[in-house]
Every structure is written in C-alpha cells, then in structure tokens.
C-alpha cells in the first residue's frame, strides 16, 4: 500500500440500498458494498472527504480507507490505511496506517498485538513494509469474560457492531478497540430510532438516489478520555446514525480539536 500523506483521519461509511420508497427490508445490499464515500463538513471553513474500500481476496478481505481533512484552507490531515481480516474468523489480523510523518503497523496475534511506530523513508515511492522500525511494543488481550475480549482496530470495531445485540433504544455494549497505546474499552449505547430518507449517489451507475430508512442512534464513548482513535480524530463521545439492520454508520457527528463547533460526515455515494 503506497504512503498518503497527514495525520490519521478515520471515518466510516455508509451502505444504502438503491431501491427508493418504504424503509429497506434487505439486508444483503448493505452487507455486499464494495465502495463508499462520505463527506465531513463544520460550517464554510472545514471540509473533509473520504473513501473505504472493501476487498476480498484469498488472503482474507481487506479494508482500505483514504482521508483528508482542510480548515481554512490548510490540510489537517492526510491519511491511508489498511486492515486485513482473517477469512474463517473475521479477526483482525493486521492494521496499518500510514501519512507523510509517520506510520503503523498493527500485528495481531494469538493471545496479544504488536505496535510497531515506523519512520518515513527519505524516498517517497516504497511501500509501507519497507519503511524502518522506530519502536516495538506488545500488548496482552484483556482476559476473557471481561466484554468483548479480542481487540479490534478501529475500522473493525465498526464493522463488528453488526454482530452485536444492538436494536432498540436502550440496548449497549461494551467493545475494546487495540490503540498504540494499549487495548482500550469503548461503551456503545442505542440512545434513539427513527425512519428518515437519505440521498446518495450510486457509483456503479451514476445515478442519484433517495432511500428510506429505519435507523438507529448510537453514542460510542471511550473508557479513557485520552484516547486519539476516532474519525477525524474526533474527542470524546461520538455519534452515529446507523441502519438498523446492519449497524452500518449513515451520519457521523463529533468535535475535532481546533475546529470550532462539531463536525458532520454524511454519507456521498456507495457502489
């Protein structure tokens, strides 16, 4: 995977299904998705894009991201990287993230993960893996029985949302996310449900479409106030509307440090 350039930016899509009309009774679409874009928008001076990739390959699928964030004319933050699932298991096998000043590669295995912090090479065209080794850390699993034991990198904390118990008002649980700091508790809560409609453009066609669907909100609040793993590297509590079927994030808000107000990222186009 080639370097992107920035600070880590995390945000996550969106799957809508192309039929209009009544909420969606098919879970398959938003299930299948391939491609998706989103937007982040805080008022006239920030902007934010993003797109998540989701391959499958016989090595096991994989989930590519790329972001940029600008404020005020000034890139905040540019950013790529890559998680690799276990085929069987749906595990996480490895992470890694890359951007013009620094990089990470996550290694997960049996009964712990690795960190290892890696240094940009002075020539701009090699691939992560061949950037060197600053450091090297491992952190034990937390033990079993205490939540949702086996850490996930972040992008794979919000895909597994879907295989959790998370359906009406009141519902939580509580997820841990592998960080470079260590494993760290995530509590999610259903706080509210409503059916609205939703616009997205399909990218296999090119044509606009419009959706109605049920959905779901949750609030995701790290254990750990210093925690920095988040879209945009959002602070604190974030919220998310969700489909209801799938837990898939449809509209993402939270505060991002020097941006005034809080942030907004909705979903472009899927495909």
Known sequence: MQKFTGRSVLVCGVLICAACGGPSSSSNRWNNWTTLQLEATAGPLFSGRFEMNLVGDPEGQRLETRSSARFMGLTLAQSESETVFDERTGRTVSYRQSSSKSGRRFLFGESGYTVEKLRPPERDDLPLDEWEVKSSKEFPYPREGESDFLPRDYYGMLLHLRDLDLDAPGDEA??????????????????????????????????????????????????????????????????????????????????????????????????
């Open 174 to 271: 509580a997820i841990y996310v592998a960080t470079a700091g260590g494993p760290k508790l995530f509590n999610v809560v259903v706080a509210d449900s409503r059916t609205t409609e939703r616009k997205y453009l399909d990218l296999r066609t090119g044509e606009e479409k419009t959706e109605t669907l049920k959905e779901l909100r949750l609030r995701l609040t790290p254990g750990d106030p210093e925690v920095d793993e988040g879209f945009l590297d959002m602070e604190g509590e974030i919220e998310f509307w969700v489909e209801a079927e799938s837990k898939t994030p449809i509209e993402i808000n939270g505060k991002i440090p020097k941006v005034p107000g809080r942030v907004k990222v909705l979903l472009t186009g899927m495909g």
